[in-house]
C-alpha cells in the first residue's frame, strides 16, 4: 500500500509557457502533501505544504505566484510552473501523507527541463 | 527553525561491511523518518520512526528521541545500498538533513 503516483514523469517546455505537475495518492487518502525540488548533486528542498481544501503554504524564497499549489481533493494535489524559465529546470517530487506529521510516501518524481 | 546535522556526509564501503548514520536534532521533533534515493532518483522510505527501535532485513533503525537523534545501520552492505540515506523530522515545520552519500563497492 501508500502508493504515490507522479505526472508526468519528464516534460520539457519552452522558456515563458507553464506547466503542471500531478501529485495522486493511488490508495490512501492525504490531507497533506509536500512538493519538493531537487537541483543536481543537492538535498530535497521543500517548496511547499499542500493541505486540501485549503491554501498551500510556502516556504521562504519561493514564489507562490510562480509555482502554483491546487490540492482539491483528497487524493490530487497540483503543481504549476507558471511562466517557466530554465533555472526552474530541476527535478520536482511530491510526498503525501494521510495527515501532517504523519509518514510520507514519496512520488517517483518529475524532471522538468525549460528550454 | 530545528537544525539537523547527518553524519558522515560521504561514506565509502567495501561490499559486505557494516556502517552506522546518525541524525542529530537540535531541538526536539514530533516524528522522524529515514528515506534512501537511489542513483536514478526515487526516493524510498526506511523507517518511520519517531522513537524505538525497528528492524527490516540488513536495515534498522534506533531513535532515541530525549536525546534528539536518531542511528541507521545497514549491514552487509550491497552495492543496491548506494545512494544518498537522509532523515526527516517535523515539528511544526518539516526538516531535512543534508544526507549521506554512499558507496558501496564491489
Given at each position: 500500500g501508500a502508493v504515490v503516483s507522479q505526472h508526468p514523469s519528464r516534460v520539457i517546455c519552452k522558456s515563458g509557457t507553464s506547466v503542471k505537475i500531478e501529485c495522486r495518492s493511488l490508495d490512501f487518502q492525504a490531507t497533506t502533501?509536500?512538493?519538493?525540488?531537487?537541483?543536481p548533486k543537492q538535498s530535497l528542498m521543500l517548496m511547499a505544504t499542500s493541505n486540501e481544501?485549503?491554501?498551500?503554504?510556502?516556504?521562504?524564497?519561493?514564489?507562490?505566484d510562480k509555482f502554483l499549489i491546487n490540492h482539491a481533493s483528497l487524493t490530487l494535489s497540483t503543481l504549476t510552473v507558471t511562466s517557466a524559465h530554465p533555472e526552474d529546470s530541476s527535478f520536482y517530487i511530491c510526498s503525501a501523507g494521510q495527515?501532517?506529521?504523519?509518514?510520507?510516501?514519496?512520488?517517483?518524481?518529475?524532471?522538468?527541463?525549460?528550454t | 527553525g530545528i537544525q539537523v546535522e547527518q553524519s558522515?556526509?560521504?561514506?565509502?564501503?567495501?561490499?559486505?561491511?557494516?556502517?552506522?548514520?546518525?541524525?542529530?536534532f537540535s531541538d526536539?521533533?514530533?516524528?522522524?523518518?529515514?528515506?534512501?534515493?537511489?542513483?536514478?532518483?526515487?526516493l524510498i522510505n526506511l523507517f518511520y520512526i519517531p522513537s524505538g527501535t525497528k528492524q527490516n532485513g540488513r536495515l534498522s533503525a534506533t531513535t532515541?528521541?530525549?536525546?534528539?537523534?536518531s542511528l541507521l545501520y545497514i549491514s552487509s552492505s550491497?552495492?543496491?545500498?548506494?545512494?544518498?540515506?537522509?532523515?526527516?523530522?517535523?515539528?511544526?515545520?518539516?526538516?531535512f538533513g543534508s544526507g549521506t552519500q554512499l558507496t558501496v563497492l564491489p
Open positions: 502533501m509536500f512538493w519538493y525540488r531537487q537541483f481544501g485549503s491554501k498551500a503554504t510556502y516556504e521562504q524564497g519561493v514564489e507562490k495527515v501532517w506529521g504523519d509518514e510520507q510516501y514519496f512520488g517517483p518524481g518529475t524532471r522538468l527541463t525549460v | 558522515p556526509p560521504d561514506l565509502i564501503l567495501q561490499e559486505g561491511a557494516n556502517s552506522t548514520l546518525r541524525c542529530n526536539s521533533v514530533n516524528n522522524l523518518q529515514w528515506f534512501h534515493q537511489n542513483p536514478w532518483g526515487q532515541v528521541a530525549t536525546e534528539r537523534y550491497q552495492t543496491t545500498d548506494s545512494g544518498v540515506y537522509s532523515c526527516e523530522g517535523s515539528a511544526r515545520q518539516l526538516t
